[in-house]
C-alpha cells in the first residue's frame, strides 16, 4: 500500500489594497491510499469540526512547513 499526504485548506477571499485576494487556512489532511488491488482510496482528518462548503487539497510544501495559511 502506497501513501500520499494533502494538506486539506478552506480558501478564505478578502480584500487588499483595492484587490480580491484568497488565501487558503489549513483544516486538516487528506490521506491518499493505493491498495494492493490499484484501488484508491482517500481518507480525511480535520483539526476540528469546521462548517464550511468547500474544503480545497494542496500536497505539503516542500519545506515541510505545515502552518495555518498554506497558500
Known amino acids: 500500500m502506497s501513501n500520499k499526504m ?3 485548506t478552506v480558501p478564505v477571499t478578502f480584500r487588499k489594497d483595492g484587490k480580491d485576494q484568497t488565501s487558503f487556512r489549513r483544516v486538516g489532511a487528506v490521506f491518499e491510499n493505493t491498495r494492493e488491488n490499484g ?3 482517500l481518507s ?4 476540528f469540526p469546521v462548517a464550511v462548503t ?3 487539497a494542496f500536497p505539503p510544501k516542500a519545506d515541510g512547513d505545515d502552518g495555518q495559511v498554506t497558500e
Not at 480525511?44 to 483539526?47: E, M, P, R, S
Open 6 to 8: 494533502f494538506t486539506l
Open 54 to 56: 468547500e474544503l480545497v
Open 44 to 47: 480525511i482528518k480535520l483539526d
Open 39 to 41: 484501488e484508491t482510496v
